[in-house]
């Protein structure tokens, strides 16, 4: 694991409005945050300042980001470092938000480690250190993922319409936008401005249609890329997951990332995650990567909610016929043979398109209609089949 980031590594992510001390030139604050940090004292002697894993400082309008690699094991001994290092870059960095993640990896250049063995388990910015494996997320009772083996399948529509779903069947929802790369929850909830910041750094989730919500993509200018490594990915879904009031929550929906990627593990490694959906499309290409997420789930066991077939077939507006333009039946059979259940498919119509890019779901925006009733008997049989999503 490369033990620092360059600047390639991460995205300048633009967050609250820079005042005060905040309008330092960037190569100043680095500077001036680096110095800071020379009275952070680490695990086996030294500061931090002239530690080895310690990455080059990123500043940008309204955050400051860097990494602190150590030998493996090392994670937990290095918290009260990493802490410390927060509070003392904050008195610099002024509102900015601070991201500073612990990667554990090839050891870096620098001391050797001369304390005991260390209690196992990562810290975050907040709180009390985290034990190692899965823990409950303050504030949220049950965990639900929508996952998809490859992009352009609709997966973020139908994650936000099921919440929508879910959130109609009286249950408080609320949605996590885990596609750090191409966040869409801001488009399709019509989420505006960043989201707000307590004085203890704790985020405060977006309110849109009766949930919360809370995406990356908030806090990004228009057009602009998230470049992370995996190990600031990572840091960066902790930090939205745990440093979120979520309040008090039945179900938090999770919009994960096409693929099987670092974001996966880590999401499945560090929180209980209650079951997903497997969002495919009928066509064979999607089907073969929805088979490979799939598998990724059985391995990690990650219970199955079920299989959701989208852009299932077309309506024609003006005539109402039905085409098959993808194919018929094909998520349906898929499931089947995988052993999991089918949970429906929701058809290609405009209404769907057209309320999304507006920012208004159409379960939210037409209650009644056929294409929000195909969301809510997903829903209804998701909660059929684990009761104990209700809490």
Not at 39 to 64: C, M, Q, R
Not at 232 to 246: I, K, N, P, Y
Not at 350 to 376: H, L, N, Q, Y
Request: avoid cysteine.
């Amino acid at each position: 694991m490369d033990p620092g980031l360059r600047r390639d590594d991460t995205v300048d992510a633009a967050m609250p409005e820079p005042t005060g001390a905040n309008k330092m030139a960037d190569p100043d604050l680095s500077a001036a945050i680096k110095a800071a940090l020379a009275a952070v004292e680490i695990p086996g002697g030294g500061d931090l300042a002239g530690y080895g894993g310690l990455s080059e400082i990123i500043v940008t309008p309204g955050a400051v980001a860097f990494a602190i690699a150590v030998a493996p094991g090392m994670e937990a001994a290095f918290g009260p470092a990493r802490e410390e290092a927060i509070a003392a870059t904050q008195k610099v960095a002024g509102a900015r938000k601070i991201l500073v993640s612990l990667t554990g990896g090839k050891p870096p250049a620098g001391p050797t480690f001369s304390h005991g063995k260390p209690p196992a388990g990562p810290t975050f910015s907040h709180g009390k250190p985290v034990p190692a494996g899965k823990t409950a997320v303050p504030g949220i009772k049950r965990i639900i993922a929508v996952g998809s083996g490859k992009g352009g399948v609709g997966k973020s529509t139908v994650a936000v319409n099921l919440a929508l779903a879910l959130h109609a069947e009286g249950l408080r929802v609320g949605m996590l936008d885990a596609d750090l790369y191409g966040p869409s929850l801001p488009k399709l909830l019509g989420l505006e401005g960043r989201p707000a910041i307590r004085e203890d750094g704790i985020f405060t989730p977006h309110e849109a249609f009766g949930i919360k919500a809370m995406s990356i993509g908030s806090m990004l200018t228009p057009d602009q890329a998230v470049v992370w490594r995996g190990p600031m990915a990572t840091s960066a879904l902790r930090q939205l997951l745990r440093e979120t009031d979520w309040g008090g929550l039945d179900i938090l929906v999770v919009d994960l990332p096409p693929g099987t990627g670092d974001i996966h593990i880590s999401l499945f490694q560090q929180a209980e995650v209650d079951g997903v959906v497997i969002v495919s499309t009928p066509q064979e290409l999607a089907l073969i990567d929805a088979k490979k997420a799939i598998d990724m789930l059985r391995r990690l066991n990650v219970p199955l909610l079920g299989l959701v077939e989208n852009m299932s077939y077309f309506i024609a507006p003006d005539t109402g016929a039905r085409y098959d333009i993808f194919g018929t039946g094909g998520a349906e059979s898929a499931a089947k043979k995988l052993g999991m259940p089918f949970l429906g498919a929701v058809p290609l119509v405009m209404s769907i398109r057209e309320t999304s890019d507006a920012g208004r779901p159409v379960v939210a925006s037409d209650v009644s209609g056929p294409e929000a009733e195909a969301f809510k008997a997903i829903a209804g049989r998701i909660l059929a089949a684990t009761p104990s999503l209700r809490g």
